[in-house]
């Protein structure tokens, strides 16, 4: 209850601020235009998907931040439709892959340390030692 007070008053004195320095209608606009491009991002949503897809299966990310990273687009996206400064700055920042990946590595949890190797690679043994023995049949024998 605290966090959304405090959001709440961060978001009326930064709205205020803003409104009084762009004027009614500057504020009226934005608030119209950031909806549309938070609708349009969803209705998008489909494409950012398929490209973060890829991105697991060359092993550019792991399961764990496809997931975040998705997640970011669509609160990012939900933020841009509802009215506000504050919601749409944040908004916008969620959209940038540099911004989430940056806050999913700082606070993301890594389960495990190692990277994930793609797919269409099979494990290779370093202890194994590849060799082809060919038998000599003696004639004489």
Do not use: W
Not at 16 to 29: N, P, Y
């Amino acid at each position: 209850m605290l966090y959304f007070l405090l959001y709440l008053f961060l978001e009326v004195v930064v709205s205020v601020q803003i409104a009084s320095a762009i004027g009614a209608l500057a504020t009226f606009l934005e608030i119209v235009l950031s909806a549309l491009l938070g609708i349009s991002i969803l209705a998008n949503f489909r494409n950012t998907f398929f490209q973060n897809l890829m991105a697991v299966s060359y092993a550019q990310i792991d399961l764990e931040e496809f997931q975040r990273l998705n997640l970011f687009t669509v609160i990012g996206a939900i933020l841009l439709i509802l009215p506000g400064f504050l919601t749409d700055i944040i908004g916008l920042l969620l959209q940038f892959s540099a911004f989430t990946s940056m806050i999913v590595n700082r606070y993301g949890v890594q389960s495990k340390q190692q990277k994930c190797e793609p797919f269409y690679e099979k494990e290779k043994d370093d202890d194994v030692i590849d060799v082809e023995i060919i038998e000599k049949h003696d004639p004489l024998k």
